[in-house]
Structure formats: C-alpha cells, structure tokens
C-alpha cells in the first residue's frame, strides 16, 4: 500500500497543479511560479551541462559590446548588449547569471503567450498551449545560448499582443504600448521588420481595416515606435548603414539555388522544431472524428467506407479551421502568425540571401491559439494532466543528467576559444600585472580570444576586434594585449606590428589544458602580445 502511494503521488501533484492552474482565481500566479521554476532549472542544468564548453563566442561577444556602450553596433542593433549591462551591473559576471539570463527570455515569451493566449481560448486549452510551446527546443534548449535571437523572443510576443489588442480595441494605452515595442524589437535585431510588415500586411487584410485606420491608434503607434527608434537611426545614417553592409557580406548575394535550399530548410526546419505540438494536436483532431466499425457483416462495408470518407472530410475541415479560420478574430491572429513566419522566405528570395530556421525562434507566440482555437479541437483534463507530466519531467530529466552530458562534451573536446576563455583570461592578467601596474583596458587580437578575456578579466576591458576603434591617445595612455592562437601565423603578425614602435612590449607563450571531472582536455598554444601603456 505504501509503495504504492508513493508512486501515485506525482500524479496526484500533478492534479493539483492542474487544478490550480485552471481555476481563474490562481491561475496567473501558478503560470507566474511555475514559469520561475522553469526558469531556475533551465539555467542550473545548462550552467552545469555546458561547464567544460564555456560561454559560447557569441555570448561573450555581446559582452563586449556592453562593455562599450553605443546606439549600435557594427553587426546589430544595441538592445542585447544593453539589456546585458544592466544584467552585469546587478548580478556577477558569471556562467551561471548569465544562464539566468538567457533562460529568461524564453520565459518571458511564454508569460506573454499565457496573457495573450487569453483573448481567443479557455483556461483548460491556454494551460495546454502553454505546455505545447514549453516543448518547443526554442523555448529552452536553444535559447540558452543568449544572442540576438534569444531578445526578441519575448519582445515579439509582447509586440503582438499589444498589436492585437489595439487593433480589436483602438485604445490609444495599447497602441503606445504596440509602437515602444515594436521600436524594441527593432533594436533588438533588424529582422524583426518581418514582424511588422506582417502585422501591417495582416491589419489591412482584415475587414475592420477602415475602422483601425481611421482611428488614432495606428497613428499613435507609428508615432511613438518612431520616436523611439530615432536615436538609433541617426546612429545608422552616421555610420553609413554598417551593419546592413555586414549581413550582405555574411548571408547576401548567394546564388539562386542556395537560396531556395536555405529557404526549404528554413520552412522545414521550423516545422520539424514545432513537431511535438503539431503531433499532439493531430492526435487531438483523431480522437475528435472515431471510427466505429460495424458488427462485421458484409453489408457494412459500404456504410463503413462511407464514415471513414465522412472522418476524412471532418478531419480536413478542422485542419482548414486551424490554418486559415473563417471567424474574424481568429483569422487576424492566424495573419499575425503565418505573414512574420512566411515574409522571411519570400525576402530571401528576393534578395538573394540565405536564412536559417533558427531564426524563427520568436515567431510561435500565436501557435497555441492557431493550433487550439477551433472548437472542434477539444482538451480534457487528462490531456492537460499527461502534458503537465511531460513538460515537469522533460526538464529535471535533462537536470538529473546534466553531470553526464557535462562529461561527454568534455570527451568530445569543445572549442578551446569558449572552453578555456577563463583560464586564458587569468593568464592574461597575470602577464600585465607583471608588466605595469596599470588596470587592463583594452584586448584585442584574435576575436573570439578577445571577447572571452574581456568576459572574465576583471577589469572589466574593452574588445579592440569588430568594434569601433578606440581613440589612438587613449589606446596608446592604456595600452593593450592581443591574444592569438599560437598557430595563427596572421594574428601574431598583426599583433607584432602594434608592439614594434612601443618600448617594452612583451611577447609571452603560453599553452593551457583544461580538466574537467578528471578527464583532461586538448592542450591548446597561444601567443599573448603585451604592449604596455605609453607615458
């Protein structure tokens, strides 16, 4: 009897929880809770999981940009290395704050989704979107590696929901709301101009266009969206639209045929991620349409041909509903969905340019209501119970095992750029307290090197690559260190040119490996090239 007990009892919680989340007067705080729990366990199990590999280059890329504060960057728009100062300056630069960090964005997004949710389902179905998107890798897996892509996750979704809702309510509160947003969104990544084009696009479908237009809110929202973004704008005129120039080098002017593969894999990948929901939800269109089979005589055969034909047809109409819904209010989300996922694929042909499906990470905040919003699709409480049960142990699963994983990316021998960042930063800093006693401003060198010493060093310096040049007085007053790997013939000689004219430069060896639970890594040679402050 106890045993058994004690193995009904996570089902029994999970009653609980359910209950809690379904009731009206809880359900916010319990969404709000479980989204911090959410939160705490992704972070702990990618700070544990990915300790040997360290932080990836585009991390801490972005840290130093926030170490250099601007309207924006030479690659893109400023709200991410912003967003990353404001982080720093509260919490300690760590792997594990800035894990924190990164598991928040998605979860900000879902918290989003659960208010927006709102205005088109019912409790048992917004539990159960909820649950869906939480099985999504974009929501977690993905957007632990914190980039531009991760900030706009919820600054699309909190973009659509006030787009939404001022255009249903022509409140004036909305429309500021959707205009600083949207200016948000663009600041955090240019490809963000795919969700308002399609939002635009969608609001001009819609047949209450006459009504939103006429009304102050778009206007209040382009306004307002305007204003907040000028500041940036004036920064991209100044220096000659730049990081445009960049994403044409990088992902512009391809052929016609790798274009259309990186289009195919962009609709397809983003399919593929979304995989769980779009299976739940059919298993949930089959159970809406059974099929009966007769007694067995052979004279059924002919009405049994015709139930199956009759499901088959149910089953198309549902499918039709949730793609493409006849009800006003619903085909508006269904535009809000599929224009800022489809518009992307369309200018990438047009201009000749490759994308991939990672970047459709902030488009599913409207999956729950597409996929759910149908009346035929129905969700009982054993559904949510069953998702509940997924969506907790998917994550302390990953938790429980993350020692493991950890020690399999050791085997695999990760990047020695992120994975020995840390150490090579002490080493650093060991070097230039041996030559001057002058705090550390400024590395440069090999770019990866450089943003993962200016991540851990702890002066707290600034990044000399890909970055605008610092003035040359104040670089020359500092001085610097540059940081190469040793095989990099190109970067030493680089470095070597920038110590030649200043007496005392110090060129040092160094070859670190790293060890982690026992099992040692892959020595690794750099060349640091110290050039000393000028008097």
């Not at 960057?73 to 594990?96: I, M, Q």
């Not at 949930?284 to 052979?298: C, D, F, T, V």
Request: net charge positive; with cysteine.
């Amino acid at each position: 009897m106890t045993r058994c007990m004690q193995l009904s009892a996570p089902f029994h919680a999970i009653g609980r929880l359910r209950a809690a989340l379904t009731d009206p007067a809880r359900a916010d705080r319990a969404v709000l809770w479980g989204l911090v729990l959410y939160t705490l366990v992704w972070a702990a199990y990618a700070t544990i999981s990915k300790a040997p590999q360290g932080l990836h280059p585009d991390m801490t890329e972005i840290v130093a940009w926030s170490r250099d504060l601007s309207l924006g960057y030479l690659k893109h728009p400023p709200l991410a290395a912003w967003l990353v100062a404001a982080w720093f300056a509260v919490f300690p630069v760590a792997e594990w704050s800035y894990y924190l960090l990164a598991a928040l964005m998605p979860s900000l997004a879902l918290w989003l989704a659960w208010k927006l949710s709102a205005d088109y389902l019912d409790l048992e179905k917004r539990v159960a979107g909820l649950l869906l998107l939480m099985l999504v890798p974009f929501f977690n897996f993905h957007a632990l590696k914190y980039n531009v892509n991760t900030v706009l996750m919820p600054l699309w979704a909190a973009t659509t929901l006030c787009f939404l809702r001022s255009y249903r309510t022509q409140s004036l509160i909305w429309a500021t709301l959707a205009g600083l947003c949207a200016a948000g969104a663009m600041l955090g990544k240019y490809w963000s101009v795919f969700l308002l084009a399609g939002l635009v696009i969608a609001a001009l479908i819609d047949k209450r266009r006459m009504t939103y237009f006429r009304s102050a809110a778009p206007w209040v929202t382009v306004a307002v969206g305007g204003v907040a973004l000028a500041p940036h704008l004036m920064w991209l005129v100044q220096h000659q639209f730049a990081p445009f120039t960049y994403a044409m080098v990088v992902h512009g002017e391809k052929s016609l045929t790798t274009t259309l593969v990186s289009v195919l894999g962009y609709l397809g990948g983003s399919v593929a991620y979304a995989a769980v929901p779009l299976i739940v939800v059919g298993l949930l269109i089959l159970r809406s349409s059974p099929r009966k089979r007769g007694p067995g005589a052979h004279d059924a055969d002919i009405a049994i041909s015709s139930l199956d034909s009759r499901v088959r047809g149910n089953e198309r109409r549902i499918v039709v509903d949730i793609a493409w819904p006849a009800e006003q209010e619903r085909r508006l989300a269904a535009l809000a969905f599929w224009l800022p996922f489809l518009l992307p694929a369309v200018g990438a042909i047009a201009g000749r340019s490759e994308i991939t499906s990672l970047w459709s990470m902030p488009c599913w905040t409207l999956l729950p209501v597409l996929l759910l919003s149908p009346a035929a699709v129905t969700v009982r409480a054993i559904d949510t119970k069953r998702l509940l049960l997924v969506a907790a142990a998917v994550p302390l699963v990953l938790l429980i095992a993350s020692p493991v994983i950890a020690v399999m990316a050791q085997r695999n021998k990760p990047s020695p750029a992120s994975a020995q960042a840390q150490l090579l930063a002490r080493q650093v800093e060991q070097a230039w307290r041996q030559l001057t006693p002058s705090a550390l401003r400024f590395v440069g060198g090999e770019a990866d090197l450089a943003y993962g010493v200016v991540t851990y060093a702890a002066d707290r310096p600034r990044a000399l690559t890909d970055m605008p040049a610092p003035d040359a007085g104040d670089l020359a007053q500092s001085g610097a260190v540059y940081v190469c790997f040793a095989e990099d013939q190109g970067c030493r000689v680089r470095a070597a040119e920038r110590a030649t004219a200043v007496a005392g430069s110090r060129t040092v060896e160094s070859t670190i490996t790293r060890g982690f639970l026992r099992t040692m890594g892959e020595p690794q040679r750099y060349t640091l090239v110290l050039v000393p402050p000028r008097p």
